[in-house]
């Protein structure tokens, strides 16, 4: 079997053959069955059903592993044919790196569930409950990574708090990364770079973030003087300390930012004007949140969400099992949703955007070699991955797009060769205006070098079993279920390849914002039976006033101004504000 990406299907250990070959090859096949009527399954149900001949998809074409900086995230998977194919990706470094199985918490919205619980706890349940999936002995684990976004100040690495509390041997080391919404992407990789490294042959995989206890600060002048006081000798110098906090501002907590540090701007705020520059009507997003909890119901109602351990809550006989945010709604109902970030006539509401969630999950990654020697049954190879930079301000949730043009260039894939999406849902129109992107003609040339458009993506194959609008968003373990359901996907559909990407904010580098993009395969006996995709149409036309760095802002007919519906442009503080508004 050849594969792509960073996950693909594997049969039973005994099956694995290793190969000196520079693609991976890879038995699967006794029991693989045609497709029929009787072994299709319907993850959407979203009305007419897809051709089910069976595409074979050919991996042949070296892949170079490249690292550059990253913002936005994104992931293929695929899976092995018996047969010799076309297209393939070079396994990475000489190994196979495979994924055994991964697991998560159910995904809770904050403040209820998980209220009570600490980070380190709800990482140390995803722990514990990897463990119990894949039967595996503690000390067998030599490395594990987690990513985490909101650090709790007493468990600051996480990763090693949690593991410790899992009852993993002490001589295991256990670092935290952070990467905003892909800070679990960041944890796979570095753990896949370890093995490449040599440095280990096992690693766990995860992340978690925990939101109903959000750190609040004191105020600077609070914390200086609380600071000082303990260094006063005298009592006019406590007195002289004491008079700063006088003052109501210095009494004033210090709430978590919602803006982005390097450009002062809400991720919201972002979302907003990226639908605006693709024009994704506020329609067109409220429709795809409802499909995004319809599927996500339908996935939970038919056992398919089945990476989620229950976690029992300390101090309670209660075990929490599902998701909670998972709330199917009407046309009427999302209609009546005001403006949540640019008021009065943004397009982004609570409705169509994700909420703060409170959730872990955790992957086991090793080699065929190891998974054989051991007896573990793998899921997926991980085969590719890239990190890509780009403006923050204007391209700060377009990183999909990029990630995906090249990851399927440099592989000689197209859109229609993946059988699997999985796109992050930081917002319904962050989603949308990345398809547009991709099926831009504009865009395409002028942002990406192409001399057509990438092409449209199938809406019949993306997010089947809901996504972050629906599940929930811990923000540093999104990744990792990202990756383990396009595993479980393509076993359920009987695809081959699967692509997975995120949006991230965030990053380490002022002006940038990464992204992490991979390949993935999996191997199933089914083909999904689904809705003909959504109408995605091309943007057409993108103006670009470099100069003022607005990359993405369509001129208004009214003023002549790049006018982004941010209440402070000329347009929008006139009696034309909302005709003004629909032109842009």
């Known amino acids: 079997m050849r594969i792509l990406a960073l996950a693909s299907v594997l049969p039973r250990a005994e099956n694995i053959k290793s190969s000196a070959t520079p693609f991976f090859h890879l038995c699967l096949s006794d029991e693989r069955q045609p497709l029929t009527e009787k072994n299709k399954i319907d993850p959407g149900n979203l009305g007419n059903s897809v051709d089910p001949v069976y595409q074979s998809v050919n991996p042949c074409k070296r892949v170079a592993l490249q690292s550059t900086r990253l913002c936005r995230s994104a992931t293929t998977v695929a ?22 199985d991964g697991v998560r918490t159910p995904f809770a919205v904050s403040g209820t569930h998980f209220k009570n619980m600490m980070l380190y706890q709800l990482a140390q349940s995803a722990l514990r409950g990897l463990l119990h999936r894949t039967n595996i002995e503690k000390s067998s684990v030599e490395y594990i990574s ?19 509390a899992a009852g993993f041997p002490e001589n295991i080391p256990a670092h935290s990364v952070t990467m905003a919404c892909i800070s679990s992407n960041r944890a796979i990789t570095s753990c896949i770079g370890d093995i490449l490294a040599g440095t280990c042959e096992t690693a766990i995989a995860g992340g978690a973030d925990f939101m109903s206890d959000a750190p609040i600060k004191l105020s600077r002048t609070m914390r200086s003087v609380m600071l000082s006081f303990g260094k006063a000798k005298t009592l006019q110098q406590r007195l002289v300390l004491g008079s700063k906090l006088l003052s109501l501002k210095a009494w004033t907590p210090e709430l978590p930012a919602v803006a982005e540090f ?8 972002s979302a907003d004007r990226l639908a605006a520059a693709f024009r994704v009507s506020r329609q067109e997003q409220d429709d795809y949140a409802m499909r995004t909890h319809r599927l996500a119901r339908k996935a939970a109602d038919e056992g398919l969400l089945s990476d989620i351990v229950p976690v029992k809550v300390p101090g309670s006989a209660t075990y929490i099992e599902q998701d909670n945010g998972i709330r199917p709604s009407t046309p009427d109902v999302m209609a009546k949703l005001k403006p949540a970030f640019v008021k009065p006539h943004g397009t982004i509401t609570a409705g169509n955007a994700s909420f703060l969630t409170d959730g872990a999950s955790a992957c086991l990654i090793t080699t065929s070699e190891r998974a054989k020697a051991m007896g573990w049954t793998p899921k997926a190879y991980l085969r590719d991955h890239v990190y890509i930079s780009q403006d923050p301000k204007d391209q700060l949730l377009l990183g999909p797009a990029y990630a995906i043009t090249r990851l399927l260039d440099r592989n000689g894939l197209t859109l229609k060769d993946i059988d699997v999406y999985e796109i992050h849902e930081a917002f319904a129109g962050q989603v949308l205006a990345n398809l547009k992107a991709l099926d831009s003609e504009y865009f395409c040339k002028n942002y990406l070098g192409r001399s057509t458009p990438v092409g449209t993506l199938p809406m019949d194959k993306l997010n089947l079993w809901g996504g972050s609008l629906s599940i929930g968003h811990p923000f540093g373990a999104t990744g990792v279920r990202l990756v383990t359901t396009a595993a479980n996907r393509l076993r359920a559909e009987g695809g081959r390849l699967a692509l997975v990407a995120a949006c ?9 914002r990464r992204l992490v993009v991979g390949l993935f395969a999996e191997l199933g006996s089914w083909i999904a039976n689904v809705s003909p995709p959504i109408e995605v149409t091309s943007l057409g036309r993108l103006d670009a006033l470099k100069e003022t760095k607005v990359i993405y802002g369509l001129k208004c007919n009214d003023c002549d101004k790049h006018c982004w ?5 000329t347009c929008l503080q006139n009696t034309r504000a909302q005709a003004c508004q629909q032109k842009t």
């Not at 991230?504 to 940038?512: I, K, L, T």
């Open 262 to 269: 390097s450009t002062q701007e809400s991720m919201g705020h």
């Open 504 to 512: 991230a904010a965030g990053g380490y580098v002022a002006r940038v």
């Open 565 to 569: 519906p941010d209440g402070k442009k």
């Open 146 to 164: 987690f990513g985490t976004v909101v650090q709790d100040v007493q468990t600051a690495n996480v990763a090693r708090e949690a593991a410790l």
């Open 79 to 100: 899976t092995p044919p018996t047969t010799t194919t076309k297209k393939g990706v070079n396994k990475p470094g000489g190994k196979d790196i495979v994924l055994i």
